[in-house]
């Protein structure tokens, strides 16, 4: 039997399994792979679905790529738009005007699909400064989707900053106290309090240190 299409909805919007969520190499954003979006897609949909290229312009002289695209499912579809910039000098290197077709096809992709707030609950706590911090959005941090857990608390929010030594994302509390560390630049020096060496643990304020100490351990 076929799915309807507000299940399929539904199975859209539901939250990605745990560490889905990648960062950037070069400036530690969060997102969510491309190739996940497809795969939950052509699960969803039971491959009954169809991208297809509204709109390609390629600007040579200007050195960008865009794109609107639309995602059909059944007779319901969206639209979604991509941007590019060409890479070095296109009419010398040539491949990379295919690059940034590439790139700009797989954003407009991506903007169709987040019509549909795909990804929103997994990519909300790491975007508690930008739109996820809104009160009529509460509910993608309080709410889970049935069978998975909830995100519980404000402290336990994951940065985008990730450890040097395990490689974990940051909650958002355990950014705040590397701020307490004199004169660390914690943009280079990010650690996880786990591995946060201990002649920095010492530098921090006592008194805050206990209280990161007792608000993080009580459950």
Not at 32 to 54: C, G, H, M
Not at 59 to 64: A, E, G, L, Q
Not at 128 to 145: C, F, I, R, S, V
Not at 204 to 213: G, N, R, S, Y
Request: hydrophobic share 35%; net charge neutral; with cysteine.
């Amino acid at each position: 039997m076929e799915r309807d299409y507000k299940d399929i909805v539904a199975e859209l919007k539901r939250a990605f399994p745990k560490d889905t969520v990648k960062f950037r190499s070069d400036n530690h954003r969060p997102y969510i792979p491309n190739q996940v979006y497809t795969d939950r897609v052509e699960s969803a949909t039971e491959s009954r679905w169809n991208l297809e290229i509204k709109e390609l312009e390629i600007n040579v002289p200007h050195r960008y790529v865009k794109s609107i695209v639309q995602v059909q499912i059944d007779v319901h579809f969206r639209d979604g738009y991509g941007f590019a910039v060409i890479p070095g000098d296109p009419l010398t290197e040539p491949s990379n005007i295919n690059t940034a077709v590439d790139k700009a096809v797989n954003e407009a992709f991506l903007t169709a699909l987040d019509s549909y707030q795909m990804g929103w609950r997994d990519l909300a706590p790491y975007k508690m400064k930008d739109w996820a911090g809104n009160p009529a959005l509460k509910h993608l941090l309080e709410q889970a989707t049935p069978g998975e857990q909830a995100v519980v608390s404000q402290h336990h929010m994951r940065t985008s900053r990730q450890c040097l030594v395990c490689g974990r994302a940051l909650t958002e509390d355990e950014w705040d106290l590397l701020g307490q560390v004199p004169n660390l630049n914690r943009d280079k020096m990010t650690y996880c309090f786990e591995h946060l060496p201990n002649h920095l643990k010492r530098k921090i304020d006592k008194v805050t240190l206990q209280q990161f100490e007792k608000k993080n351990t009580a459950e």
